[in-house]
């Protein structure tokens, strides 16, 4: 084995990474704290499994098999959150007959913590999801659609804070533009506002004014677009902004085996990660906080 694919082949080995250039050693001790990140994306209203004819997907999936997965993680670990990156609506029989009351009453069974919207959430109109709200026992995020003039306004909150073992976290949301996506009498009024500068103003309140401990994003914006620049992806925020510690995304499907590591505007890390769709993936992040709230991650994808 060549050095270079040795040390890689150990880093990922050993697993655990830090963030911020704190030494290992300092998250050895029984002391360290351990919050555990779940998430999906692009559920597009999965709800079984996969049939055994279903090509490279055959018998996988479904919302029965990822509850097992997740009652296993919080047995193993309470201080677990589990959140989406929106596109809960669209794409089998089931939002076409319930037209979202199915996804939402099993997500709540789940215990989902906080989602974000999709492009695909609004397929129903911003009155069918409006509709779907009283089976929702979850928060919704959403910092740069401004659903002042719409039937969503008081549903939606540009972010929460959450606190585990004495570790407060802090998320907010962002959506992909929907002008051109989405159909303009499905939205309404709702208004896009710019990504880069709420992402900028909504993680330095978590981080400055709030005194968040972790700042996640939860973004239907994409992983990266190669051949257009002029849109701005998860990627892009990563490296254009401060204070986000951990961006799950979604919109583009992307499966990701383990988070990206990208270097944010004042070179500090940003884990960025993504798990396909259609809940055949099982997104985990390990959060783990020394003594002085220094942190460290390891992240990797669960099959469903």
């Given at each position: 084995m060549k050095r270079r694919e040795f040390i890689k082949?150990?880093?990922?080995?050993?697993?655990l990474m830090t963030i911020g250039g704190v030494g290992l050693s300092s998250f050895a001790d029984n002391k360290a704290k351990k919050i555990t990140i779940l998430h999906t994306n692009d559920v597009h209203s999965h709800i079984d499994p996969f049939g055994p004819d279903d090509g490279r997907n055959a018998n996988k999936g479904g919302v029965a098999r990822r509850a097992t997965i997740i009652e296993d993680i919080r047995k193993e670990?309470?201080?677990?959150?589990?959140l989406d990156a929106g596109d809960i609506f669209q794409g089998t029989p089931y939002f076409n007959f319930y037209g979202g009351e199915l996804e939402f009453k099993l997500m709540s069974m789940l215990k989902?913590?906080?989602?974000?919207?999709?492009?695909?959430?609004?397929?129903?109109g911003i009155e069918g999801l409006h509709a779907q709200m009283p089976y929702a026992g979850f928060k919704f995020v959403s910092a740069n659609y401004d659903f002042t003039n719409t039937v969503m306004d008081t549903f939606v909150k540009p972010y929460e804070?959450?606190?585990?073992?004495?570790?407060?976290?802090?998320?907010f949301g962002l959506g992909i533009a929907l002008e051109g996506l989405v159909m303009k009498d499905l939205y309404k009024e709702t208004k896009y506002l710019n990504p880069i500068e709420i992402a900028q103003d909504m993680s330095a309140t978590l981080?400055?004014?709030e005194k968040c401990d972790l700042v996640i994003c939860l973004s239907h914006l994409g992983y990266d677009y190669k051949n257009e620049s002029n849109k701005v992806s998860d990627l892009s925020l990563a490296k254009a902004t401060d204070n986000i510690d951990l961006i799950i995304g979604g919109h583009t499907?992307?499966?990701?085996?383990?988070?990206?590591?990208v270097k944010n505007r004042?070179?500090?890390d940003v884990l960025v990660n993504q798990v396909g769709c259609y809940g055949l993936y099982l997104g985990r992040i390990d959060f783990y906080?020394?003594?002085q709230k220094n942190k460290a991650s390891y992240g990797r994808a669960l099959m469903v």
């Open positions: 082949h150990t880093a990922l080995t050993t697993g670990n309470p201080n677990t959150l589990l989902y913590d906080v989602v974000t919207i999709g492009n695909h959430d609004f397929d129903n804070i959450i606190i585990k073992d004495n570790i407060k976290i802090g998320i981080k400055n004014e499907h992307t499966f990701l085996k383990e988070p990206t590591l004042k070179d500090k906080f020394d003594s």
